[in-house]
């Protein structure tokens, strides 16, 4: 074979590796976006999430429930924000990306819609600012990664509100406009579940202009959520969680807000 001839061969050999490594790279690239959540979870523990009412509004007056009258028709209660694993990382598990992107857009109008039962969809709304926006948001978001179907999930996000609204109710609204303490939330926590789950408790504090800091949300550190109950039996449907047993196995939480104003 002539020297130019091995020549030519070599060179088409090249640009033959380097259209296939393209095309390769290609694949690989477009693989990655469409599968970037298609991931398993790994969750550690996970935080329940309730915010104060009259505070969402004061803070984000452009809330949904906000705007529509709904949250200040619930009156001074703590409202159900989510149920989240953790660490933080763990959200949007096996989420298209499209659906991510609608997700972290609380305007958003397309979102798809979390199929509940009819009695657990009227409880997430006299509990949520608008559930109609927010179970999506919280479902995509955190609840993929909870390891749960969402109606487990939802009915122990509802569950376990209420059991964190009849505790620290009237803790809030004894403080309605004056300073709240986490000293005063934990020792609530230690006198109902005993000593060391305070421990369990954060709470967020936001910087209101005309207000200055208040209160904003109770994070309550739980075990994973995928571990809250044993697997039931065959036909045996689950109870309800029980708070104080979850904080006996859930790890001790970042304290967060020291002292802020119940609007």
Known sequence: MRRSDVTVLSISAALAAVVVALVVSSFVIDRSEDSATDRTAASTSSLLVVTWGPSLCAVEESNPGCRSGHVQN?????????????????????????VVERA????????????????????????MSDSSVMAPHEWFTHGTCSGVAPDVYFGDLVSLSKQVGDLLNPVFRDAEHSKLSLGAVRDRFDTEFGGGAGNRVGLSCRDVDGQGVV??????????????????GAGASPGPVALGDLLAEGPSTFAGCRRGLVP
């Open 215 to 232: 209160v904003y949300e109770v994070h309550v550190s739980l075990p994973p959520i995928a571990q809250f109950r044993s697997e039931p």
């Open 74 to 98: 619930l009156g001074s209660t703590l409202i159900v924000h989510g149920l989240w694993p953790q660490p933080r990382t763990e959200q949007f598990c096996g989420v298209p990306e499209a």
């Open 104 to 127: 972290r857009d609380l305007d958003s109008t397309d979102m798809p819609t979390v199929d509940l039962p009819a009695q657990l969809s009227t409880s997430l709304q006299s509990m």
